[in-house]
């Protein structure tokens, strides 16, 4: 569980970076990251919403992942 992991590493003394497609974020796990000092990173397979939509084989993807 990411909450538990966070809770984990908060003030630990090493550059902490997680890669997400950001749609499971909420302002809950948002605001554990800030005090975290994670800095999530977010992808995208094609600046196109159909190209990755087929890429990642879900319909909406890209529109969820950039609303994130």
Do not use: C, Y
């Amino acid at each position: 569980d990411i909450i538990e992991v966070l809770a984990i590493i908060k003030g630990k003394r090493f550059r902490k970076v997680m890669l997400t497609n950001g749609t499971q974020l909420d302002e809950e796990k948002v605001k554990l990251l800030k005090e975290s000092e994670v800095i999530p990173t977010v992808s995208l397979d094609d600046s196109k919403a159909e190209e990755h939509d087929l890429f990642r084989r879900a319909k909406g993807s890209f529109n969820r992942t950039v609303k994130a």
